[in-house]
Structures are given as C-alpha cells and as structure tokens.
C-alpha cells in the first residue's frame, strides 16, 4: 500500500509554513556574519522581546533536546538533579541525554494528568544538603504536556514560588508553549516570565518552522554563561539567520498563535467528532492539539492502515492523535469516518 501523505502522527509531520518557508528565502542572500552575529538574528531577539518581554536573553538552537539539555546544564552543577512528571519529554523521550550530556539526574514524580502539583515537587525535595544524595536544582515542566493537558497560569505560579522559595528555578519544557497560549487565550508572556518562569525552551518546529527552537532567560544572570553550554552542546549555529528568521515569521503578526489555535481547533474537532462514536473513550481533556482515546486492540491496527498515528499505551489500548498547522476538516471528517465504519463493522460481527 502506498504511503499516506497525511495523518494524526504528530505535529513533526507537518511541513514548513509557507511565511516561514518565505523569510527563509529572504535571507538566503549575500554573505553574511556567522554564529549570530548578523542583522537577522537581532531582528529575531528583538521579536522575543516584544513578545516576552525587554529583559530576556535569547539564543537559538537547533532541536528540542538541545533546547532542553543546554538550558538545563546552564543553571545546574554537576551534582544538582531536575524534578519532572514521569511523563515529561525529559524523561521519556530524551535518550538519556539530560543525564549524559546535560549531567543532571532527573527526579520524577507521578503525575496522572501530566502537571506537576507543589506537592509533587515537596516529595522530591529531600536530603538538601547531605553529600550523599544530589541537589534538587530545577522544577521542569512540560507545556503543554506530554498528554496534552495545560498549566493555567495560577497553577505555574503556584509551581514556580514553591521551587523559588527553596532555591529551585522553575524551567519550562515548551516544545507546545504556543497551543498552551491559544488553548488558554492567552499571551505567550502571561505563561511565562509573568508566572515566574525562570528558563524556556521554546518550541518552534512542532508550530510550522523548518527545525529550531530557542532558549529564553528571563533573568539575564542566570544566562551569563550559556553561549559556552550551547556551543559545548554541539547547538551552536554558524549560519543562523536561517533559524532566527523563522522566529520573526512566526512571532511578528501573531503566526505563532494563528498555526497554534488552528491547530487546537482541529484537536477539538477530530473529539467531538469521536466522542459520539460507540466503544471510543477520551483519556484526557483535550486542551492543545492532541487526542488521546483508548480503543478496543483489534481495531487500532485496522485504522493505521489509512491513517498512520501512534499508540500511547498498547496494552490498554491507548492512542495518541495529533494535530497541526495544516490539519483540515475534511482530515478529521475522514478520519472519523473511518473509526465509525470500523467500529460498527467490528460490532456487526
């Protein structure tokens, strides 16, 4: 069978903006300073400024992991350690990268719906000071999360003067930070720096750009040295006007949150279409752009041979459904169509 072109994989999947795919074109002209020295990568600096506010420093990198583990290794010694729901990208979808390369060990916490609580980060915070046992360092968390939900601003407050008041920096893992803002209405600010987010990763390929993401300090100390994590991590671009000039595409004129709030509204859409479907279950509330619904096993072979997506928990017969940027109606009208059919079908006999 031929490969499908599209489907509910994830938002990688999906291609390149087409005002993205422009400011790359119109950058890719004459020579140029390398590794951020250049017009392009202020004008992109510039961008973030507006949109989180004048103080932060801002430094762009190549992928997620990078984001994560450079920003991670920049605020943390050898022997400090990161509080992060057992579900955080960082702990199941790294590669071991934050402990090998980032040289931090990750405490986790159970998180059912995916947020870490205060209460959460308190039965991990144990030990401080005895030379046998690590330091808590860094509150991370994931937003929006790895099963879809959002922290509201209140609950990242909360987070975020529970770890400052024991000496902690509340990092936030932002692969999905824009589908958090456009799911609450919010602006990238209010979730952030006004919340007291000390370090950002901040997600850029999963809401229409080609590959990059950015690191954001909103406190300029703690970034005083992160130019040597960055480029020690092997992130450090030499031509990167071409990943700056994504972020003033996608940050000037609100891009960020027209791809983003599309791209939640076909989430919603593809749940309510299956809600109304016998023998489907959604997981969890479904606040960004992912669904997660449990199926019956038998079936979920069945509809990845039209649609490709992912299981999320095969035993339980768990999936995961993601949306982007340039999911359609007639995408998720199609793709309902087909649990339908198949679910009656199984029923019939």
């Known amino acids: 069978m031929a490969e499908r072109i599209r489907g509910f994989g994830s938002d990688n999947h999906a291609g390149v903006h087409p005002q993205v795919m422009a400011a790359l074109g119109r950058v890719n002209a004459g020579h140029v300073h390398s590794y951020g020295d250049d017009i392009y990568t202020e004008e992109a600096v510039a961008a973030f400024r507006d949109a989180l506010g004048p103080e932060v420093e801002v430094f762009f990198v190549f992928n997620g992991t990078g984001a994560n583990v450079t920003a991670l290794a920049a605020i943390t010694e050898f022997y400090d350690a990161v509080i992060c729901a057992e579900s955080a990208h960082l702990n199941i979808d790294e590669c071991g990268a934050p402990e090998r390369v980032g040289g931090v060990k990750l405490l986790t916490v159970p998180a059912p719906d995916g947020k870490l609580t205060p209460e959460g980060v308190l039965s991990r915070i144990t030990g401080r000071g005895d030379e046998h046992q690590v330091r808590p360092r860094v509150v991370s968390v994931t937003q929006a999360t790895e099963l879809g939900t959002v922290y509201a601003p209140d609950e990242l407050r909360a987070l975020a003067d529970c770890a400052h008041q024991r000496g902690l920096y509340l990092h936030v893992d932002g ?31 999963k809401n229409g750009l080609m590959l990059g993401e950015a690191v954001v300090f909103f406190d300029a100390e703690l970034a005083a040295h992160y130019r040597f994590a960055r480029k020690q991590g092997m992130q450090l671009a030499s031509k990167m006007r071409f990943v700056a000039a994504q972020f003033t595409a996608l940050l000037r004129d609100g891009l960020w949150r027209k791809n983003a709030a599309h791209a939640n509204a076909m989430a919603e859409l593809l749940a309510a279409r299956v809600r109304a479907i016998d023998g489907v279950e959604i997981v969890y509330a ?44 007639a995408d998720v009208d199609e793709f309902a169509a087909l649990i339908s059919k198949t679910m009656s079908e199984r029923t019939a006999t």
């Open 286 to 329: 479904v606040q960004a752009n992912a669904v997660f619904a449990r199926l019956p096993l038998d079936v979920i072979p069945v509809l990845q041979q039209e649609f490709f997506f992912y299981p999320w928990d095969a035993e339980r017969g768990e999936v995961r459904w993601m949306t982007s940027f340039d999911t359609t109606e």
């Open 175 to 205: 692969a999905r930070i824009a589908n958090a803002a456009a799911g609450l209405g919010l602006e990238l600010r209010e979730i952030t720096g006004d919340c007291g987010v000390d370090v950002l990763s901040f997600g850029g390929t």
